[in-house]
T-cell receptor, first 113, second 111 residues
Framework: DGGITQSPKYLFRKEGQNVTLSCEQN?????MYWYRQDPGQGLRLIYY???????QKGDIAEGYSVSREKKESFPLTVTSAQKNPTAFYLC????????????FGPGTRLTVT | DAKTTQPNSMESNEEEPVHLPCNHS???????IHWYRQLPSQGPEYVIH???SNVNNRMASLAIAEDRKSSTLILHRATLRDAAVYYC????????????FGKGTRLSVIA
């Protein structure tokens, strides 16, 4: 059963703590992405990776970090430096090229108080 | 910069066709047009994409204008399950494939 999994679905943290969101795919996709969505808004790109051990910043990378040690996994760490971390976080993957669709995970809703 | 323009919202009656417009007047010759939709509290779902010719799949049809400056997503018979935010995205052929999302069109379907 192929797809993208994100865990957990809901996550609660205290301000000042780092938190890592999991994203795994078994679609053999080269590219993986992290997006953030705030209420009533579209998705904004945080980081993306097209190959293992390499990744690029998106539009809103400040306060976030990623790693890509395996093709299947692309975890996102929300650091204490992120000023407004409460949001819906979505992971996606795709083949590389503009004619391929992206597949999205179910998302993780992070609440920081 | 999403580089596409869509109406904020549209409404349709159930079982009727829906035409969702998108303007992408600065599109270049190798840019693809992708459509995704997002149901409440879920990740976006791929709907359809095309380059020049009209495209059909089991979910929808995509009509691309001859000058490629606009396109229309067509849902042939709207159902309540089609109520979602629909995003029209222009994807450049730069080798980097992140999607740039605008605010999309919120489609309401009335029973």
């Amino acid at each position: 059963d192929g797809g993208i999994t994100q865990s957990p679905k809901y996550l609660f943290r205290k301000e000042g703590q780092n938190v890592t969101l999991s994203c795994e795919q078994n679609l053999n996709h080269d590219a993986m992405y992290w997006y953030r969505q705030d209420p009533g808004q579209g998705l904004r790109l945080i980081y993306y990776s097209q190959i293992v051990n390499d990744f690029q910043k998106g539009d809103i990378a400040e306060g976030y970090s990623v790693s890509r040690e395996k093709k299947e996994s692309f975890p996102l760490t929300v650091t204490s430096a992120q000023k407004n971390p409460t949001a819906f976080y979505l992971c996606a993957s795709s083949m590389i090229g503009n004619s391929y669709e992206q597949y999205f995970g179910p998302g993780t809703r992070l609440t920081v108080t | 910069d999403a580089k596409t323009t869509q109406p904020n919202s549209m409404e349709s009656n159930e079982e009727e066709p829906v035409h969702l417009p998108c303007n992408h007047s600065t599109i270049s010759g190798t840019d693809y047009i992708h459509w995704y939709r997002q149901l409440p509290s879920q990740g976006p779902e791929y709907v359809i994409h095309g380059l020049t010719s009209n495209v059909n799949n089991r979910m929808a049809s995509l009509a691309i204008a001859e000058d490629r400056k606009s396109s229309t997503l067509i849902l042939h018979r709207a159902t309540l399950r089609d109520a979602a935010v629909y995003y029209c995205i222009r994807l450049t052929n730069s080798g980097n494939t992140p999607l740039v999302f605008g605010k999309g069109t919120r489609l309401s379907v009335i029973a």
